[in-house]
């Protein structure tokens, strides 16, 4: 094993021809690359990035709620993160008399702010390499069954000794490297977190779902909570005489600005990326599993949004559920266009051709590249079935809500309504019925079909005067119970092999790269942990005799404002400062900055991350990436791939002149 790490180390650094862009690095292994980083224009040190023996950026980060980033910007627990992010709690707090999500929130005082139930914001206390640990007792022979067992039962020792007896701190241990090596993260939660501010959607939500992914961009994608902390600044439940969290570190605002060609460093918890995927994998991504999601996601979306338009209870109701539905539906279609532009299976196919002939005579490695192929072949049409489970059949809300044990009715049905379910439900399930071949199909479907005669005449008994949730929960018991008994074992037993080759197949890479000195990159694939990715201010060429410039400006918010498109209809007073040019501070060349795009590689997760200086202030809030490079999640290219960040100067104008929060900004330490 310490041959192996030693192995990792080396590719780490030892490659003449790393990009600085590209590659998603773990805080605590940044050592290793803190000089190509300060040769970029980095001027501080690796202790300052992560540190355990004292105050670091990261102490600054936060794991935002389940699936996001977010920074702490004051010495009095005040936290940044993206709208869409906050946007459920914004959502829970609206209400057709008080409708935050229209007209925006902001809390003029402390008194005022908004508990959020359920919300809870974790720092990482620290990170170390259990990987000797965690694989104790493993023997070369062992099956992949024990092996598995072995590492669930030391991670559990690990956690458990990490932890000890205090309530307040969780950890995980997550594999990298397909398993080749294993790290200890362990965080603290704070779950007293109340909403502060938040622009009006039509700031925050600027441009909808027709400029998401998209650049230019001109979305004010911010909002404002405080973490709150028990008299001793620990962990401590909602309570009126909980007071602002004290943090360890807190970041700066650099206000003076950024142009082209400046660092960057992105600094968050990506979710998952899968850059290591063997052609195969990715083929059936681009070709088979994007479109189909994308199709039955069109199905939902156009039946909400017609939906939506009618009734304005309807799309404060649906807000958030479109919103959701739709980011995914388009980061697919942008994933699987870039995948095929750069020739990514094409390439890789090469890739492994080269690598299945070096491979041969060794043990180890020989003929995986046949099995890889024989293996995705086997399962091509089950993966499609478990896509049309959690596309189709489980994304019909009542009976999702019905099978799940019908856990927070009140919530479910104030954000509910029949109408776009029923209509969804016979969308979905007819297409489920006309592309999953019929001996996949669950035969209690294929009864019901018959018994009813359509899929209509099956609405129409399920979604009744009152819903029929006994009908609901049996859809919902018999079609996974059919997918679990019958699919799922296949599946599970495949990929468990796949998995298995992986380990071995990341191996070999490596031996491969050391052997030819092929200069690859190796960076684990993202897994909601903590990392660094740092690159340039850049803009980029889309298409022939375009160059998109990386800043946006205010001006750009005026072209597109247009009071008959909900999306693109800005609050009035935005309009009448414009007018003015009554920008105070804020003003740069007769405007004011929005957003701008970098070469940081990041994924999902890495909305709300704090996208930094050279020196470790906060310049921007990362909340995207443009669409053309959205196939960085499988694989990067540096001429195209852009994340997309907020300007935090617009952040700080529409606290100041549009809210009139100025008591927000004196907390703030800002350097202008």
Same mark, same amino acid.
């Given at each position: 094993m310490k041959k192996l790490l030693f192995l990792f180390a080396f590719l780490l650094v030892g490659s003449t021809q790393m990009r600085a862009d590209e590659g998603m690095w773990l805080p605590s292994e940044i050592l290793k690359k803190i000089k190509d980083i300060q040769s970029q224009g980095f001027k501080l040190s690796a202790e300052d990035i992560y540190s355990v023996n004292q105050s670091s950026l990261k102490d600054a980060v936060v794991r935002f709620g389940g699936g996001c980033t977010g920074e702490l910007i004051s010495p009095e627990g005040l936290l940044i993160t993206n709208h869409h992010c906050g946007y459920g709690q914004i959502q829970s707090h609206s209400s057709v008399e008080h409708d935050y999500l229209k007209d925006g929130f902001w809390a003029m005082s402390r008194a005022e702010e908004l508990p959020n139930p359920g919300l809870s914001v974790s720092f990482l206390e620290y990170m170390t390499d259990v990987t000797d640990e965690v694989l104790k007792g493993y023997k070369p022979k062992m099956t992949e069954e024990k092996r598995i067992a072995l590492v669930e039962k030391n991670s559990q020792k690990i956690i458990d000794k990490a932890v000890g007896e205090n309530k307040h701190l969780v950890a995980h241990v997550k594999p990298i490297y397909y398993g080749n090596q294993y790290f200890l993260f362990v965080y603290k939660v704070y779950t007293d977190v109340r909403l502060v501010g938040a622009p009006p959607s039509s700031i925050g939500k600027f441009g909808g779902d027709t400029d998401n992914w998209m650049w230019p961009r001109h979305t004010g994608d911010f909002s404002l909570f405080r973490v709150y902390a028990g008299a001793d600044n620990e962990p401590a439940e909602y309570s009126e005489h909980n007071v602002p969290f004290r943090p360890k570190k807190y970041f700066k605002v650099n206000a003076k600005g950024i142009r082209e060609g400046d660092f960057t460093m992105v600094y968050g918890f990506p979710g998952t990326t899968r850059e290591y995927l063997f052609s195969e994998a990715v083929k059936y991504t681009a070709l088979v599993s994007n479109p189909h999601k994308i199709a039955l996601r069109t199905l939902r979306l156009n039946i909400q949004r017609e939906e939506m338009a009618k009734n304005q209870a309807v799309r404060i109701q649906y807000a958030s559920k479109n919103a959701s539905v739709s980011n995914a539906w388009k980061k697919w279609q942008g994933e699987a266009k870039g995948i095929l532009r750069m020739k990514a299976i094409e390439n890789k196919q090469d890739f492994e051709a080269k690598f299945d002939q070096w491979a041969e005579g060794k043990p180890e490695y020989e003929n995986l590249v046949e099995r890889?192929?024989?293996?995705?072949?086997?399962?091509?049409?089950?993966?499609?079935?478990?896509?049309?489970?959690?596309?189709?059949?489980?994304?019909?809300?009542?009976?999702?809500?019905?099978?799940?044990?019908?856990?927070?009715?009140?919530?479910?049905?104030?954000?509910?309504?029949?109408?776009? %379910?029923?209509?969804?439900?016979?969308?979905?399930?007819?297409?489920?019925?006309?592309?999953?071949?019929?001996?996949?199909?669950?035969?209690?479907?294929?009864?019901?079909?018959?018994?009813?005669?359509?899929?209509?005449?099956?609405?129409?008994?399920?979604?009744?005067?009152?819903?029929?949730?006994?009908?609901?929960?049996?859809?919902?018991?018999?079609?996974?119970?059919?997918?679990?008994?019958?699919?799922?074992?296949?599946?599970?037993?495949?990929?468990?092999?796949?998995?298995?080759?992986?380990?071995?197949?990341?191996?070999?890479?490596?031996?491969?790269?050391?052997?030819?000195?092929?200069?690859?990159?190796?960076?684990?694939?993202?897994?909601?942990?903590?990392?660094?990715?740092?690159?340039?201010?850049?803009?980029?060429?889309?298409?022939?005799?375009?160059?998109?410039?990386?800043?946006?400006?205010?001006?750009?918010?005026?072209?597109?404002?247009?009071?008959?498109?909900?999306?693109?209809?800005?609050?009035?007073?935005?309009?009448?400062?414009?007018?003015?040019?009554?920008?105070?501070?804020?003003?740069?060349?007769?405007?004011?900055?929005?957003?701008?795009?970098?070469?940081?590689?990041?994924?999902?997760?890495?909305?709300?991350?704090?996208?930094? %200086?050279?020196?470790?202030?906060?310049?921007?809030?990362?909340?995207?990436r443009v669409w053309e490079g959205t196939m960085s999640d499988v694989v990067y290219d540096p001429e195209i791939c852009r994340n997309i960040a907020l300007d935090i100067r617009f952040a700080l104008f529409v606290i100041d002149k549009l809210a009139g929060a100025k008591h927000l900004l004196d907390e703030i330490e800002i350097v202008q």
């Open positions: 890889f192929k024989a293996l995705y072949a086997s399962i091509e049409e089950l993966s499609l079935v478990q896509d049309y489970q959690t596309e189709a059949l489980n994304a019909v809300e009542l009976i999702a809500f019905a099978g799940r044990g019908q856990a927070n009715a009140e919530k479910f049905y104030k954000d509910y309504y029949q109408p776009i %379910d029923k209509a969804s439900f016979i969308a979905l399930y007819k297409a489920y019925s006309q592309n999953i071949a019929d001996e996949y199909q669950s035969p209690y479907f294929k009864e019901q079909l018959q018994k009813f005669g359509s899929v209509e005449a099956w609405a129409e008994a399920l979604f009744t005067d009152t819903p029929n949730l006994a009908m609901a929960e049996e859809i919902y018991r018999e079609t996974n119970a059919w997918f679990r008994e019958n699919i799922a074992p296949a599946l599970s037993e495949v990929n468990t092999e796949i998995t298995l080759l992986y380990r071995a197949y990341m191996r070999g890479m490596m031996e491969y790269n050391e052997a030819t000195n092929g200069g690859k990159i190796f960076y684990p694939d993202a897994n909601s942990t903590l990392r660094v990715t740092y690159g340039k201010v850049k803009g980029y060429k889309p298409a022939d005799a375009i160059y998109y410039t990386p800043i946006s400006s205010l001006d750009g918010v005026i072209e597109k404002d247009n009071p008959d498109i909900y999306d693109y209809n800005i609050p009035q007073k935005l309009r009448d400062l414009h007018a003015a040019k009554d920008y105070g501070r804020w003003e740069v060349d007769g405007s004011v900055p929005v957003a701008f795009i970098a070469t940081n590689h990041t994924s999902g997760g890495n909305s709300g991350s704090p996208v930094l %200086d050279a020196e470790g202030n906060l310049i921007g809030v990362n909340f995207d």
